[in-house]
Structures are given as structure tokens and as C-alpha cells.
């Protein structure tokens, strides 16, 4: 008996490990860290890279601003959205500019909160803005809604089951399973983290 009560508490500890790992990448998430597929845009690189040529969707933030914080994973899915298109993703441009360290360019389009998402249609420098959600799917939707692209994201397996009162009982209660619950609010910002 105490063995099998040793290998379910490792299990379980091996689960709260592996949720402190991903709470730590979610809080340890820092916008200024160059993301594949993104472009890292500057003073120096801005007018050159958002000339008109082609589309682009612009993030302007400032590293210490949560909600900029929150929003680089999706930004990181919709990088490697562009990475996985390969030619087919080179039609768009996505940008970040860390508008703290380059207020100038965050002046220059009227930034006056973080983050801030600008969208410069193919044939323009003046840009709009972006009234969309903050998803990953939501951004993917609608870039390539505006932009003709038919960039996607590709999710691994989910080992997760949603659990409802109609299985709440069979799955939580097997005797046979370790099971961690999270309970959720879907409207809570800090649970969409």
C-alpha cells in the first residue's frame, strides 16, 4: 500500500511541477524577446520594412506593460503561423516596436496606451487600427481576412478533458486515475493566461 501511495504522489507532484513550468512562461513572458516570424521594428529599420509594398500588422508595447506581457503568446503562435507558411506567410508583415524605448515612433501613430495594434493595408503608410481580440485565432482571422493570406495555426493533441456535469463524477472520482482539476472563469483574464 505504501508503495502504490509513493507513485501517486509522484504523479502528482510531477503534475503541480509541470503547471508551476507553465505558469513561470506565462508570467516570465517578456515582449521584448525577438519571436520567429515577427519582426522586430525600430526607428532605424521601420520606414523601410512598413513602405506599402505589403500589408502589415504592427504591435506597438512597452516591456513592462501586462497586458502586452500577456499578449506575446499569441503573438508567438501567429510568428510560427508565418514561419510554417514559409513563401506563403512572407505576403504579410507582422511587427512589434517596443514603443517605450522608441517613443518617436509611438508619437508618430498616435499611440497613447499599450499594447496598441496598427494596420497598414498594402499601398498604404497610414495605418489603421486594429479593433479585433487579442487571441491568437482572432488575430490569424482577421489578418487573413484584410490580407488574402490563409496562414493557420496547428495545435498539438490536447490530453485535456472539459469536464461537465454529465462526466464530472465518472472521470473525477475514478479510482484508477490521478486527476488535476482546473476550475475556470472564461470571462477571468487572469484563468485565459
Known amino acids: 500500500i505504501l508503495f502504490l501511495f509513493l507513485i501517486r504522489m509522484r504523479?502528482?507532484?510531477f503534475v503541480v511541477l509541470v503547471a508551476?513550468?507553465?505558469?513561470?512562461?506565462?508570467?516570465?513572458?517578456?515582449?521584448?524577446?525577438?519571436?520567429?516570424?515577427?519582426?522586430?521594428?525600430?526607428?532605424?529599420n521601420f520606414?523601410?520594412?512598413?513602405?506599402g509594398s505589403r500589408p502589415a500588422l504592427v504591435e506597438f508595447y512597452a516591456p513592462w506593460c501586462g497586458h502586452c506581457k500577456a499578449l506575446e503568446g499569441a503573438l508567438r503562435e501567429v510568428g510560427d503561423a508565418i514561419v510554417r507558411a514559409g513563401a506563403a506567410g512572407q505576403g504579410v508583415i507582422v511587427g512589434k516596436v517596443n514603443a517605450d524605448e522608441h517613443r518617436g515612433l509611438g508619437k508618430r501613430f498616435d499611440v497613447s496606451g499599450f499594447p496598441t495594434i496598427k494596420w497598414f493595408p498594402k499601398g498604404s503608410t497610414e495605418p489603421e487600427e486594429y479593433k479585433g481580440g487579442r487571441s491568437a485565432d482572432d488575430l490569424l482571422s482577421w489578418l487573413n481576412s484584410r490580407a488574402g493570406t490563409s496562414?493557420?495555426?496547428?495545435?498539438?493533441?490536447?490530453?485535456?478533458?472539459?469536464?461537465?456535469?454529465?462526466?464530472?463524477?465518472?472521470?473525477?472520482?475514478?479510482?484508477?486515475?490521478?486527476v488535476l482539476v482546473e476550475f475556470f472563469a472564461p470571462w477571468c483574464g487572469h484563468c485565459k493566461r
Open 11 to 13: 504523479a502528482v507532484l
Open 47 to 51: 520606414d523601410s520594412i512598413v513602405d
Open 151 to 178: 496562414l493557420r495555426i496547428v495545435r498539438q493533441p490536447s490530453y485535456v478533458t472539459e469536464l461537465e456535469p454529465s462526466n464530472f463524477d465518472k472521470i473525477v472520482r475514478d479510482p484508477n486515475k490521478n
Open 20 to 44: 508551476i513550468a507553465c505558469l513561470a512562461a506565462v508570467v516570465s513572458a517578456d515582449p521584448a524577446d525577438p519571436l520567429p516570424g515577427i519582426t522586430d521594428l525600430t526607428p532605424d
